[in-house]
């Protein structure tokens, strides 16, 4: 009889023991009640992120606003007015020929992005060779957010380098 409640009493000791090193390191020895409170808490977190998530993509259709808006205002402003006046052409003529416009950049924008948002501009026929360029080390780490006026007469370094707040080449 002395050996088994000395053998019963090792016992508890040891499952005890286990009970105390599972609350320690917050595993789910035994017990449903911690399984529910990280369920509960899971899905709390879950529901932050996806509010998180809906107020980014709101922010987001935001900006895609504004920039259509900016375009469609830029757009206005290049038109060219009609006037008979032939030194007024001649001047229309090469401003048509050099097409500006402004890129923005925003925390978490790509450099696809930026590169769509050029070729959309206008200022360059293929986004894809300004995205390449800047893909490069010593671009790729340092664009700026801001926004950034460049037109079709520069050349991709140029472009590259307004776009990291690096010294434009003289």
């Known amino acids: 009889m002395k050996t088994f409640l000395r053998a019963f009493g ?3 000791f040891l499952v005890g023991a286990l009970l105390v090193i599972g609350k320690q390191l917050q ?12 369920t509960k808490e899971q899905e709390t977190r879950i529901i ?37 006046n032939s030194s007024e ?19 978490g ?18 986004g894809r060779e300004l995205e390449l360029f800047l893909s490069k080390r010593e671009y790729s780490r340092s664009i700026q957010k801001g926004q950034f006026e460049l ?3 520069m050349t991709l370094e140029q472009m590259a380098r307004i776009l990291t707040g690096k010294k434009a080449l003289q």
């Open 48 to 84: 932050e992120l996806e509010q998180q998530l809906a107020n980014a993509n709101a922010k987001v259709a935001e900006l895609e606003q504004t920039i259509a808006k900016n375009e469609q205002v830029e757009k206005e402003a290049n038109k060219p007015t009609a006037d008979n």
């Open 10 to 12: 090792i016992a508890l």
């Open 27 to 38: 595993l789910p020895v035994l017990s449903n009640e911690a399984t529910s409170f990280d």
């Open 109 to 126: 924008v790509s450099i696809y992005d930026i590169g769509k948002q050029v070729e959309d501009l206008g200022i360059l026929e293929n």
């Open 151 to 153: 037109n079709s007469s």
């Open 89 to 107: 052409e001649v001047t229309s003529e090469t401003d048509n020929s050099i097409v500006s416009g402004t890129v923005l950049i925003y925390e």
